[in-house]
């Protein structure tokens, strides 16, 4: 074998491991659409709630946080994705009522239902670009 033989072979081989261990790489995260950062509004009994989020699926669960400002940050609790449906619960500020969240997801939008103690109410997030 000569030296360019060599060299290209050395090549081939490098670039085989490079494209390996992307794929590994993006394995471990779904290409969902739920990925990203969104705006999440809410109308309640208890009032209007507002929040940047952030949320990541990887292989079926859901993790992320809603950032209500003020330093007030609810992180994603029991997160799973199944498809375009989501679900989760969020603890509010640790007291004892606990949203539980479903929502079906699309491209650029999120609707879903909110429950917590008897009451269900609507939510949306939008994507933010």
Same mark, same amino acid.
């Given at each position: !074998?000569?030296?360019?033989?060599?060299? *290209?072979?050395?090549?081939?081989?490098?670039?085989?491991?490079?494209?390996?261990?992307?794929?590994?790489?993006?394995?471990?995260?779904?290409?969902?659409?739920?990925?990203?950062?969104?705006v999440? *509004?809410?109308?309640?009994?208890?009032?209007?709630?507002?929040?940047?989020? *952030?949320?990541?699926?990887?292989?079926?669960?859901?993790?992320?946080?809603?950032?209500?400002?003020?330093?007030?940050?609810?992180p994603?609790?029991?997160?799973?994705?199944?498809?375009?449906e989501?679900?989760?619960?969020?603890?509010?500020?640790?007291?004892?009522?606990?949203y539980?969240?479903?929502?079906?997801?699309?491209?650029?939008?999120?609707?879903?239902?909110?429950?917590? !103690?008897?009451?269900?109410?609507?939510?949306? !997030?939008?994507?933010?670009n």
């Amino acid at each position: !074998m000569n030296n360019n033989t060599s060299k *290209t072979l050395a090549k081939i081989f490098l670039l085989f491991t490079v494209v390996s261990l992307q794929a590994c790489s993006s394995s471990n995260k779904d290409d969902s659409p739920i990925n990203g950062d969104w705006v999440f *509004t809410m109308s309640s009994p208890f009032g209007e709630l507002n929040a940047d989020v *952030t949320m990541q699926a990887t292989r079926g669960s859901l993790q992320g946080a809603f950032d209500l400002g003020g330093g007030r940050v609810w992180p994603v609790e029991n997160g799973a994705v199944s498809g375009s449906e989501i679900s989760f619960n969020l603890d509010r500020d640790g007291s004892p009522m606990v949203y539980e969240m479903s929502g079906t997801v699309s491209s650029t939008t999120v609707e879903g239902t909110a429950k917590a !103690m008897g009451t269900e109410v609507p939510w949306r !997030m939008t994507k933010k670009n």
